[in-house]
Nanobody, 122 residues
């Protein structure tokens, strides 16, 4: 199983940007489709984005489309989530996760990081 560690979260004002990173170890990242999810206070974990093994394909939740960009560097075993034009409703713990097929389903991801907090102030 791959081990995942997120970083890059923090406090930012509305309209600002953050870049999250997810570093993998234990297995080669290129084996996996990688996803980002988030969980706000009192809410269920929700899909944000996934990226294919090669990085040639990506998919986004409607709520982040046009503002967030997922990318990966398989040579560095790292996946990124660039978040621009942040809104207070983006406040959540953000998780990266690994799976074998492209999917938005939380239950289909096998390996998860511990999460990184993103707080957007108004």
């Amino acid at each position: 199983q791959v081990q995942l560690v997120e970083s890059g979260g923090g406090l930012v004002q509305a309209g600002g940007s953050l870049r999250l990173s997810c570093a993998a170890s234990g297995r080669t990242l290129s084996r996996y489709v990688m996803g980002w999810f988030r969980q706000g206070p009192g809410t269920e974990r929700e899909f944000v984005s996934w990226i294919s093994r090669s990085g040639s394909s990506a998919y986004y939740a409607e709520s982040v489309k046009g503002r967030f960009t997922i990318s990966r560097d398989n040579g560095k075993n790292t996946v990124y989530l660039q978040m621009n034009s942040l809104k207070p409703e983006d406040t959540a713990v953000y998780y990266c996760a690994a799976t074998y097929i492209p999917t938005t389903s939380v239950a289909s991801y096998d390996s998860w990081g511990q999460g990184t907090q993103v707080t957007v102030s108004s």
